[in-house]
């Protein structure tokens, strides 16, 4: 799977280049007991027909979902996400093995 977050809404570009990630995971990545790779972008926001045209003649399964941000995280899901502070030591760790 390929996974692309962006900050701005929906481009028609995008579908080109995550046909291109999934056509390097398929060939490079993929063993021959795996499905093939699914796409999804992640966007600000999106015109539904701005996204059907871009997708329309790919041949790959890619999936175009937008976000809202909030400052509030609802208390159902506080159990199931890690604390800011556990998210910040574990970026910071990453970070700190790959300027190593």
């Known amino acids: ?3 692309e977050l962006k900050t ?3 481009k ?3 579908a ?3 046909s291109f990630y999934l056509t390097v995971l398929n060939e490079k990545v993929k063993t021959e007991d795996e499905i093939a790779s699914i796409g999804i972008i ?3 926001d999106k ?3 701005i996204v059907e045209y871009a997708l329309k003649d790919t041949s790959h399964p890619v999936g175009v979902a ?3 941000v909030t400052s509030i995280l609802p208390q159902s899901l506080k159990d199931y996400l890690p604390s800011a502070e556990v998210i910040t030591g574990s970026v910071s ?3 700190d093995v790959l300027v190593k």
């Open 1 to 3: 799977m390929a996974l």
């Open 8 to 10: 701005g809404s929906f």
């Open 12 to 14: 028609p570009e995008y």
């Open 16 to 18: 080109g280049k995550m």
């Open 42 to 44: 992640v966007c600000k």
């Open 47 to 49: 015109d539904r027909t």
């Open 66 to 68: 937008s976000y809202r």
């Open 93 to 95: 760790h990453i970070l």
